[in-house]
């Protein structure tokens, strides 16, 4: 399939490590609650199916680059997709965030789960993905995504959201083959899953640990990174971003082990410290607090430049620490896209 020739390579030349004029910036959830016209579908339809109807994903997709104008867009739809897929009831709750009525309680019910025909079940993921690109019409790079193994398993075993997923951990301690059984078959569907993007249309991809910070060094080694070099392995032929939030411990693992062209970075870690652990071997992401987006726009684009003078503007893609929050007024996310294209005047 052919789509239209691309204007915009800032981002894709800042995952390929190439020199560029400034960093590109795009923001985690930049498709999403804090944007009016987002809230404008968002009443008219249920979550899943803004996610599952080809034609909304897209529409929301592209707000953003209309509205706030990031160098890159990312899917709208939900790390969720793929215990749908492997057969699970996910509810989106408002007020409380996901909900699996029928999570993961045994070792026979992680046994049972079989990653089978997940491409075709999220045939909706791929046929959004090709509209957008079509959409787009080569303004900006689309970037497909997945959530993590160990991510997706928290809410496979835990059923909901939690500060500790305490019950997720427990279950690895309790069970040492079932809960390996599990991890490898959502390692099967995602890879698949991140595949078929590719094959619709997707021009990078982005893997979202997000509870990876949740497990000690050790645990992370055994629960995490196995599984996220198995998917970076998988999808080597495509600029991929590894975003293990919160295991600043693993960085330079991740950085020498692992096939990614860039790494993602929270607030919790400097950009000082993620240099000196990974070199020029990839390409860093982040990592500038969402709460941060709330100060004075003066003072909100003094810290965004201070950023990017400690990353530097090669190998570095500025974006949040993690997720874009519905209060964000749009006007300072702007002045944040703003800043940093300011930057190569300073």
């Known amino acids: 399939m052919a789509f239209a020739e691309l204007k915009n390579d800032l981002f894709l030349r800042a995952l390929r490590g190439e020199e560029v004029p400034r960093p590109p910036v ?57 215990p749908q897929a492997l057969g699970f009831e ?31 079940k999220l045939d909706y993921v791929m046929k959004a993905i090709t509209l957008t690109r079509q959409t787009l019409n080569g303004r900006v790079p689309l970037i497909g995504f997945a959530g993590a193994p160990w991510t997706i398993f928290c809410y496979m075993v835990e059923g909901q959201g939690s500060k500790s997923f305490s019950l997720a951990k427990k279950f690895c301690y309790q069970y040492p083959d079932s809960a390996p059984h599990l991890m490898k078959e959502i390692t099967r569907a995602s890879i698949e899953y991140l595949q078929a993007q590719v094959q619709a249309g997707a021009q990078a991809l982005q893997v979202f640990d997000s509870w990876a910070g949740l497990l000690s060094p050790e645990d992370f080694n055994e629960w995490s990174l196995p599984y996220l070099l198995e998917i970076s392995a998988a999808i080597s032929n495509t600029p991929h971003i590894l975003f293990a939030k919160g295991a600043w411990y693993g960085l330079e693992r991740m950085a020498f082990k692992s096939q990614a062209s860039a790494l993602g970075l929270g607030w919790d870690v400097s950009p000082e410290y993620a240099r000196e652990k990974v070199g020029d071997r990839v390409s860093l992401q982040g990592n500038f607090d969402p709460a941060k987006l709330h100060l004075p726009i003066p003072e909100l684009k003094k810290q965004v430049h201070s950023m990017i003078r400690r990353f530097g503007k090669q190998r ?23 800043a940093i294209k300011e930057s190569e005047f300073f």
């Open 26 to 82: 795009w923001m985690m959830r930049q498709a999403g609650r804090y944007l009016p016209e987002y809230m404008e579908i968002a009443r008219k339809y249920d979550f899943f199916t803004r996610c599952e109807t080809p034609e909304l994903a897209c529409e929301i997709t592209v707000q953003p680059i209309d509205i706030v104008k990031t160098d890159a867009a990312i899917l709208f739809s939900d790390i969720l997709v793929i």
């Open 316 to 338: 570095y893609i500025a974006n949040l620490g993690h997720g874009m929050t519905p209060d964000i007024p749009v006007d300072h996310a702007k002045a944040f896209v703003e």
């Open 90 to 120: 996910v509810q989106m709750i408002k007020g409380k965030g996901p909900v699996l009525p029928g999570h993961i309680k045994s070792e026979e019910a992680a046994f049972a789960v079989l990653a089978e025909d997940i491409p075709a």
